[in-house]
C-alpha cells in the first residue's frame, strides 16, 4: 500500500466524507439556491378521504407575491408508476389504482396533495394557501386493515375493492398435511408495527427548466436518481431522459424513505417547465411524518408445526399488508418477495406456505422501510420459534441449533425460491453467546432481582437477502426494471483516478469504502481517488441504493471495470516493459516483469495512456476509462445471531436495553469501522421498533403521531452501547465475497429485544407483548396477567 | 409564521405599556413554547414583547423566600448556588426540564404564565406554597392556576418573580413521555411549614393538581411506602395515546413514592 | 424591517429581517451559513443548535432578533482553518457520523455538553445529548466521540 498506510479492503479508514459534513459544507438540497427562484407551498388534504367538488383560488392567485396556483384541473399528466407487479393466486394481476400526483377529484389519505402556491417567497406562499378554498364532501375513511378487507367503504370505487392482490408462495395442500402429522403446532397472532423513516433531513427538491435546451434539472433527496429519471421522465411527465437531469446531491440519511418517486418531484418539475423559474419546496417535519412512505403494518397469523423432537416439519403463514391509500414505488413487492421469500429464515423447514393479501386504505402509502420485508419475516419467525420452544419445554437456543441449516449444507435450497449460497449460523451463534456472556446471566439477573427489577434475555438467529437481483428472475417475478449496478472508472493522466458509480451515498460512506476497493487494486492512495455519484448528467447509469445492495452490487460492478483497467494497464506496461502480459504481475500499484528488475508505475502507465507515443495503438485505443454493468447471478445472504438483554421496573413498566450483542456474518469486511457503524444504526432503529416507535391513526384517518413529540424517536440515553463483531463466510457468487450490512441491524433486532421483554416478565406469566412495548403497555400486560 | 412588530423595552413598566397599547400583544420570554406555536400558525399576535432587556432576571433570598426572577433561565435556576442551596429539588427539577438547549433560553416566568399541564414548574409552585408575583398584584399559586393553559393572569399583566417559600425538604419524580419527554406524571412531594404538599402535573384534566390522598398519607406517616400505598383515583386524570388515566393514576403513586424517598 | 447586528464566527453582521425571521433562517438565507440545518418543527431535533454567547441553543425557536448584539458560533466557525476543533477531530477519528445532517447540531450541543462537564460519563453524555436526534449512529459512536474529546480538550 502508498506509503506503507493501508488503505485497502479490510482497513478502518477515517471516512474521506466528513470533513465537508463536520465543518458545514455539505451540500443538502436545501442548501441549494437557484439565481431568480420561487418558492412552492403544498396545501394538502386534512382529511383521509373526501370528495373535492371544487377549489376556489381566486383571492390567493391575487395574493402578494403569488406567481402561480396549480391543481390537479392544471396537472393532467401521468401518475406516479409502481415497479412491480404482483399476480394474485387467481393468475390476475394486482389492481394499480390511478396515483395522480395532485389530486383528481379525490383525496384518500391526511396529506394528499391538492394545490401548488408558487409564490417569490415561502411566506407568500403559505399565506395564500389559507386563501384557497377547498370544498370538501368528508367521506367515511377505512383505516383498519381488517376493515377495508371486507369491503364496505372503498378507498378507489373503481376497483371495487380494497385488496390489491392475494398473493400465495408455496403448496398450501402439503402444508396442511404436514401440520397435521405435527406432534405440535405452535400458532402466533403478531402486529408488525408501523414506522416512519424519518431521515434526519426532510424531504426538499429544487427544479429548474432551461427554455434554451429544454432541459430539465431537478434536485432531489433521493436515493436513486437515475430511477427517479426513469419513472418521472417517462411514465409522469414525458420529459425524455436527455432532457431531464436528476441530482442527489448530499442527502440525509434515506433508510428506504428517498427510495420512491414522490409527487412534489413531479409537481415542482412540471411548474418550473410552466414557468422556466427555478422552484424550491422543503418538506417540514410534520409534512414528512405524512407524506413519506411509512413502513412495515402487517399483520399475520402462523402456523409452526414440529415434531417429537422439536424439528420443523411446516410452516404456513397468512398475513394482510398495508399498502396505505396508493401503491408507492415499490410497495408491492415488500410483503411478496422480499417477505414470504424470507420465511425459511436459518432453518431446515421443509415445507413453507405463505398468503399474503395486500390492502388499501385511507392512510399514507407504506413502502420499503430499511430491511423492508425481512424485518417482518425474522420478527414472525423468531417469536414464533420462542413460542415453541416455551411449549415443548425447550431452551430458546437448543430449538434453534436443532433446526439450523448445517454449515455443510450449501448451497442450501429453500422451499420459498432462495438459494443461500454461504452460512454458518452456529458460527455466530455461539460468537455472540461468548460476547455477551450469557453463562453469566443468571447472576446478572439474581443481581437485579435483589433490586427489584426483571432482567430478561432474548435471542434472534436471522437470515436476511440482500443485493437483488438477478434481472431476469426479478423479472419474471413482476420487476419492472434490472436490478444491476453500472461503474465507470476514469483513470486520468497523471494517475488520479474517478469512479462513477450508480449507487448513492446518504450516510454509507461509499467515498470512502469504494476508494477503499480502487485503493487496493490500482494502488492508487484515497486522496488521488474521487467517487462521483448522485448525478445523472455524470453517472452513466444506476439503480441506486437500497437493500443494502451499494457494495454486493455497485462495489462488484467497480470491481469489474477494475478488472478491465487492469486488464489494459497491463498490455500497455506490457508494450513499454517489453514484455507479454503472462509475465507481467501487479501489485501495490506497480507493473513487474517477473524474474527481473523491470518495473513500471501504475501512474506512468496511466500517462502513457494519455500520451501514446510508445503505444500498442494498432492493438489497443489510447485512454484508460472503462465501465461495467454487474447482474448479479444470486442475492446475497447475510445473517447471524443478536442477543439482547433488557431490565424492567415492574413498578413504572420501564424497559432498559441494557445489554446488546450483534454478530453478523456480513460477507467480506472492506472497512470495520463503517460497517459496525451500519450495524449500530439498524440496531437501534430495530430497538426503536421494539420498545419505541409506532404510527398510530384514530379511526378518521388522522395520524396522531405526527411529530416527535408523540412519535417516539430513539434518543441517545434510550440505547446502549452495541457490541458489534462479524463470523465471516464469503459471498460464493461475487468477485469481492461481500454480502451487505445495512440492513442487518434493523432485521435482526426487534424479536431478540421482544424475546427479552418476555423472558423478563416470565415470572408474571405474561406471554405475548405487542411492539413497541412501551412502559404503559409492560405495566398493563403486567395487570392483565395478575388479574 | 405570522409577522408581527416587535419590541424589546428596558423595563416592565414599558413591556407592559407595550402589550398595553398593541391590538394583540404578547410578551416574549424564552420563547420555547410560544414560538413553536407561531411557527405552527396557532398564534398570531400583532406584536411581541422581548422582556430579555427588562431586568427581570436572577435569584435572590429574601428572609425564609427564595425569589426567582421571572426571566430567569431554567438553567440559571438549575446551577443557582442559592437555589441549590436552599432548595435543591427545585434546582433539580429545573434540571430536567426539556433539553439543555430548550434550559439555556426557556424562563420560570414563561413556563408558569404558559401553565402547560405537562410542565414541570407549576408542580414546584403549588407544592412549595410559591407566590406570583406580577406588575400588578401577588398570587398564591393556588388561586394562580386555573386549568389547563389557563392562568389568574390578566390580560397584559406580567409575571415579574415567583417567591418560594423554603421547605424543610422537597423532591421532584418525572415520568417523561417517551417521545416529547415532558412530564407524563410529575410530583413534587414538599415538606413544609403547612404540612406535607403533594402537587402533581401531567396527569390533570386540569392541569397540575395536589393529590389529597397522598398528603394525607404522608402526613400521617412520612415514608415512601405510605405513598405507594396511598390510592389514586383515575377519575379526572387524563387518558391519551401514551398512557391510560389507571396508568397515570398508578404512576402518581410511584413517582410520589420515589418523591419521598428523595426528600 | 427590524435591522439587526450580530458577531458571527468572530464576524459582525448585520441585515434588515422581518421581525419573524428566525436566527437560523437569518443565518442560513442571509449569510449563507448553511450548516445549520432543520429537521423538525417542534425544538426536538437539535440540529439547528448555535452557541449564542457560548451556550447552546436551538436556532429554529430563537428569532434572530433575539441574538441581536450577541456572540454567535456556528458549525462553520470551529474549525481553524483545516485544523479541527477537538470534538470535530472526535467525530471524524470515531465515525461518529454517517449522512452528516445532524451532525452541526450535535457537534456544537457536545461542545456546550463538555464546556459544562469536562469529564462526563457515558451516562451523561447520553443524558447531555437528549436535545440532539440522530438516525444513522444510533449514538454509540457519538457517545465514543464526545468521550474523546472531552479527554482531548481537558488536556
Known amino acids: ?320 399488508a398495508n399498502m396505505g391509500a396508493y401503491l408507492s414505488t415499490f410497495a408491492s413487492s415488500v410483503p411478496t418477495y422480499l417477505y414470504a421469500t424470507l420465511l425459511a429464515g436459518c432453518y431446515t423447514t421443509p415445507v413453507i406456505f405463505a398468503n399474503v393479501k395486500a390492502i388499501f386504505t385511507n392512510t399514507v402509502p407504506v413502502d420499503a422501510y430499511r430491511g423492508a420485508g425481512r424485518p417482518e419475516a425474522t420478527y414472525l419467525l423468531e417469536r414464533i420459534v420462542n413460542k415453541a420452544a416455551k411449549e415443548m419445554n425447550l431452551d430458546p437456543v437448543e430449538i434453534r441449533t436443532r433446526n439450523f441449516i448445517p454449515s455443510d449444507a450449501f448451497p442450501y435450497q429453500t422451499p420459498v425460491a432462495l438459494q443461500y449460497d454461504s452460512g454458518d449460523y452456529m458460527a455466530t451463534l455461539k460468537r455472540a453467546q461468548e460476547l455477551h456472556d450469557t453463562a453469566g446471566f443468571a447472576a446478572r439477573r439474581a443481581e437485579a432481582e435483589a433490586r427489584g427489577k426483571k432482567l430478561g434475555l432474548g435471542y434472534s438467529t436471522y437470515l436476511e437477502a440482500c443485493g437483488i437481483a438477478p434481472s431476469a428472475v426479478a423479472g419474471a417475478l413482476g420487476a419492472r426494471a434490472g436490478l444491476y449496478e ?71 460492478a467497480l470491481d469489474k471495470a477494475l478488472d478491465k483497467i487492469e486488464a489494459k494497464a497491463k498490455k500497455i506496461a506490457a508494450h513499454i516493459l517489453e514484455a507479454s502480459t503472462e509475465d507481467l504481475e501487479f501489485n501495490d500499484g506497480n507493473f ?121 424517536m430513539p434518543r441517545a440515553d434510550n440505547l446502549p452501547s452495541i457490541q458489534v463483531a462479524h463470523e465471516t463466510t464469503l459471498c460464493t457468487h461475487n468477485s469481492l465475497g461481500v454480502k451487505g450490512c445495512g440492513e442487518v441491524g434493523a432485521i435482526g433486532s426487534p424479536p431478540a429485544v421482544i424475546n427479552a421483554v418476555l423472558d423478563a416478565l416470565t415470572d408474571f406469566g405474561v406471554e405475548d407483548i405487542a411492539m413497541p412495548a412501551t412502559p404503559a403497555r409492560v405495566w398493563q400486560a403486567i395487570q392483565d396477567a395478575k388479574a | 409564521m405570522y409577522d408581527f412588530n416587535y419590541h424589546k423595552p428596558s423595563s416592565s413598566n414599558a413591556a407592559a405599556s407595550a402589550v398595553a397599547g398593541a391590538d394583540d400583544g404578547k410578551f416574549l420570554a424564552g420563547g420555547q413554547t410560544l414560538l413553536p406555536t407561531m411557527k405552527q400558525r396557532l398564534a398570531m399576535p400583532s406584536d411581541l414583547v422581548d422582556l430579555a432587556g427588562c431586568d427581570l432576571s436572577g435569584v435572590r433570598v429574601d428572609g425564609d423566600n427564595l425569589v426567582i426572577g421571572a426571566m430567569t433561565t431554567h438553567d440559571a435556576v438549575a446551577t443557582s448556588a442559592e437555589v441549590q442551596a436552599h432548595i435543591p429539588g427545585l434546582a433539580a427539577l429545573a434540571a430536567g426540564i426539556g433539553d439543555q438547549q430548550v434550559r439555556n433560553r426557556g424562563t420560570i416566568g414563561g413556563s408558569v404564565a404558559n401553565n402547560d399541564p405537562a410542565a414541570d414548574y407549576p408542580a414546584a409552585c403549588l407544592a412549595l406554597g410559591a407566590t406570583i408575583h406580577t406588575d400588578r398584584r401577588t398570587i398564591t399559586a393556588e388561586d394562580f392556576f386555573t386549568g389547563m393553559f389557563d392562568t389568574a393572569l390578566d390580560e397584559g399583566e406580567l409575571i415579574t418573580a415567583i417567591a418560594f417559600p423554603k421547605p424543610a425538604a422537597c423532591a421532584y419524580q ?90 | 424591517m427590524p435591522n439587526l447586528s450580530m458577531t458571527v464566527n468572530g464576524k459582525a453582521v448585520q441585515g434588515e429581517v422581518e421581525a419573524r425571521t428566525l436566527l437560523v433562517q437569518f443565518l442560513r438565507e442571509n449569510l449563507d451559513l448553511t450548516g445549520t440545518h432543520v429537521g423538525c418543527d417542534t425544538s426536538q431535533c437539535g440540529a439547528c443548535v448555535v452557541h449564542v454567547n457560548g451556550a447552546a441553543m436551538k436556532s429554529c425557536t430563537m428569532l434572530a432578533m433575539q441574538a441581536e448584539g450577541a456572540e454567535v458560533t456556528t458549525i462553520e466557525g470551529l474549525a481553524d482553518g483545516d485544523t479541527l476543533h477537538p470534538m470535530q477531530e472526535a467525530f471524524r477519528n470515531n465515525h461518529g457520523l454517517q449522512c452528516g445532517f445532524c451532525t452541526p447540531g450535535m457537534v456544537m450541543s457536545a461542545i456546550d455538553l463538555v464546556n459544562r462537564n469536562p469529564n462526563p460519563s457515558e451516562e451523561e453524555i447520553r443524558d447531555g445529548l437528549e436535545g440532539n436526534i440522530c438516525r444513522c449512529t444510533g449514538y454509540h459512536n457519538i457517545v465514543k466521540s464526545v468521550a474523546e474529546a472531552a479527554r482531548v480538550m481537558g488536556s
Open chain 1, 486 to 556: 453500472s461503474a465507470e472508472v476514469r483513470v486520468h493522466p497523471t494517475g488520479s483516478v474517478t469512479i462513477f458509480t450508480g449507487t448513492h451515498s446518504h450516510g454509507q460512506g461509499h467515498e470512502t469504502t469504494f476508494a477503499q476497493l480502487v485503493s487496493e487494486r490500482l494502488g492508487v492512495p484515497l486522496e488521488n481517488i474521487e467517487i462521483s455519484h448522485g448525478d445523472t448528467n455524470r453517472v452513466q447509469f444506476g439503480m441506486g441504493t437500497y437493500g443494502s445492495r451499494s457494495l454486493a452490487v455497485g462495489g462488484v
Open chain 1, 592 to 712: 513487474t516483469v517477473a524474474g527481473t528488475d523491470k518495473a513500471m508505475a501504475f501512474g506512468e502507465v496511466a500517462l502513457a495512456a494519455y500520451v501514446p507515443h510508445n503505444y500498442p495503438i494498432d492493438e489497443i485505443e489510447p485512454g484508460l476509462d472503462e465501465q461495467a454493468f454487474y447482474d448479479p447471478a444470486n442475492f446475497t445472504y447475510p445473517g447471524g445471531c443478536h442477543i439482547c438483554e433488557v431490565e424492567i421496573d415492574p413498578a413504572t413498566g420501564v424497559t432498559e436495553v441494557t445489554k446488546f450483542t450483534a454478530v453478523d456474518d456480513v460477507g467480506r469486511v472492506i472497512n470495520p469501522m463503517i460497517v459496525a457503524g451500519q450495524v449500530h444504526g439498524g440496531v437501534a432503529q430495530g430497538i426503536g421498533q421494539a420498545l419505541l416507535e409506532e404510527a398510530i391513526y384514530d379511526p378518521e384517518g388522522q395520524l396522531l403521531t405526527g411529530s416527535y413529540m408523540d412519535y417516539c
Open chain 1, 1 to 320: 500500500m502508498p506509503d506503507g498506510i493501508n488503505t485497502g479492503i479490510g482497513a478502518s479508514v477515517t471516512r474521506v466524507e466528513d470533513y465537508r459534513f463536520l465543518t458545514g459544507q455539505g451540500t443538502y438540497t436545501d442548501d441549494i439556491n437557484r439565481p431568480g427562484q420561487a418558492y412552492a407551498y403544498i396545501l394538502r388534504s386534512p382529511h383521509a378521504h373526501a370528495r373535492i367538488n371544487g377549489i376556489d383560488t381566486t383571492a390567493a392567485g391575487a395574493a402578494d407575491g403569488v406567481v402561480a396556483i396549480y391543481t390537479g384541473a392544471d396537472m393532467q399528466t401521468g401518475g406516479l408508476p409502481c415497479g412491480w407487479l404482483i399476480h394474485s393466486r387467481d393468475g390476475s394481476p394486482m389492481h394499480e389504482p390511478p396515483h395522480p400526483p395532485l389530486a383528481q377529484g379525490k383525496v384518500r389519505c391526511l396529506g394528499d396533495q391538492v394545490a401548488i402556491v408558487i409564490a417569490d417567497s415561502l411566506s407568500q406562499a403559505k399565506a395564500a394557501a389559507e386563501l384557497i378554498e377547498v370544498d370538501y364532501d368528508v367521506l367515511p375513511a377505512v383505516v383498519d386493515m381488517k376493515a377495508a378487507a371486507g369491503g364496505g367503504t372503498l378507498v378507489h370505487d373503481d376497483i371495487g375493492t380494497n385488496v390489491c392482490y392475494d398473493w400465495v408462495i408455496g403448496e398450501e395442500g402439503d402444508v396442511d398435511a404436514a401440520l397435521a402429522g405435527s406432534a405440535h403446532v405452535t400458532e402466533i397472532d403478531i402486529v408488525n408495527n408501523r414506522l416512519i423513516a424519518n431521515a434526519m433531513e426532510p424531504r426538499a427538491a429544487v427544479s429548474d427548466f432551461d427554455r434554451a435546451t429544454g432541459e430539465y434539472t431537478l434536485y432531489t433527496t433521493t436515493q436513486n436518481p437515475h430511477v427517479i429519471r426513469l419513472l418521472m421522465g417517462a411514465f409522469v411527465l414525458s420529459i425524455p431522459e436527455h432532457k431531464l437531469r436528476i441530482v442527489a446531491p448530499d442527502v440525509g440519511g434515506g433508510f428506504g424513505s428517498k427510495i420512491f418517486h414522490y409527487a412534489e418531484e413531479a409537481i415542482l418539475t412540471w411548474a418550473a417547465g410552466k414557468l422556466a423559474r427555478p422552484i424550491k419546496w422543503t418538506a417540514e417535519r410534520s409534512e414528512s411524518f405524512m407524506t413519506d412512505a411509512q413502513g412495515r403494518d402487517h399483520v399475520t397469523t402462523a402456523k409452526l408445526g414440529l415434531d417429537a423432537n422439536g424439528k420443523f416439519t411446516a410452516l404456513k403463514v397468512e398475513t394482510m
Open chain 2, 174 to 263: 418525572k415520568f417523561p413521555n417517551p417521545a416529547s419527554r415532558y412530564a407524563l406524571v410529575g410530583v413534587m412531594v414538599a415538606k413544609t411549614g403547612g404540612g406535607v404538599r403533594v402537587a402533581v402535573t401531567g396527569a390533570g384534566e386540569n392541569g397540575v393538581f395536589r393529590a389529597a390522598e397522598i398528603e394525607a398519607a404522608l402526613g400521617a406517616n412520612f415514608s415512601a411506602d405510605a405513598a405507594a400505598g396511598a390510592a389514586v383515583s383515575a377519575d379526572g386524570l387524563n387518558s391519551d395515546l401514551h398512557a391510560s388515566a389507571e396508568y397515570r393514576a398508578h404512576l402518581v403513586g410511584v413517582m410520589a413514592s420515589r418523591a419521598v424517598a428523595a426528600c
